[in-house]
């Protein structure tokens, strides 16, 4: 921490510089996510539609990785997904795993399709025609929203 100086009369010469934390609680900070925003150039509708995917780990997508697919429109991934779980639990079946070792790879499997998830959305929103648009931050889905219809151009007709 910085001290503060005092000249010959004890006057503060640099207290602005002076770090100081006071005692007492201090409020948490809320956490800032990042989103991608992804439009629908086809689209009439004046925010194009917009589709925003949060960037980072999916914890729906880990733990429920076939219906999170699905429920995103995710077809191709939804098998995908659903081949990989039985090729898992085929190898462990096979190489004769115990619980402690099947679970390890099934955690395993959970932590890849967490991690990759929000990815595989971006690439299918990409394929289907969207383009990239903006990243945006906020607190969460409705204030990345918010920012963004606060930020894009208004289309006047």
């Known amino acids: ?8 009369q004890g006057r503060l010469v640099n207290h602005r510089r002076a770090c100081y ?39 729906p997508a880990a733990l429920l990785t076939v219906l999170w697919a699905l429920y995103h429109g995710l ?16 190898f462990a079946a096979l190489t004769g795993l115990d619980e402690v070792g099947q ?21 299918s929103l990409g394929r289907r025609g969207h383009r990239l648009a903006d990243v945006v931050t906020g607190a969460d889905l409705s204030a990345a929203e918010r920012r963004y219809l606060d930020r894009a151009p208004v289309l006047v007709t």
Not at 1 to 8: F, L, N
Not at 105 to 118: P, S
Request: glycine content about 8%; overall charge negative; cysteine-free.
């Open 103 to 123: 679970a390890v790879l099934q955690l395993g499997y959970m932590a890849v399709v967490g991690y990759l998830a929000n990815d595989w959305r971006r690439w």
């Open 1 to 8: 921490m910085y001290e503060p100086e005092a000249d010959r």
């Open 21 to 59: 934390n006071p005692p007492g609680p201090h409020l948490p900070v809320p956490s800032m996510h990042v989103y991608t925003v992804h439009i629908d150039p086809l689209s009439v509708a004046p925010d194009g539609d917009a589709v925003l995917v949060r960037e980072g780990f999916s914890w």
């Open 75 to 90: 077809w191709d991934w939804a098998l995908v997904l659903a081949a990989a779980a039985l090729a898992v639990a085929g």
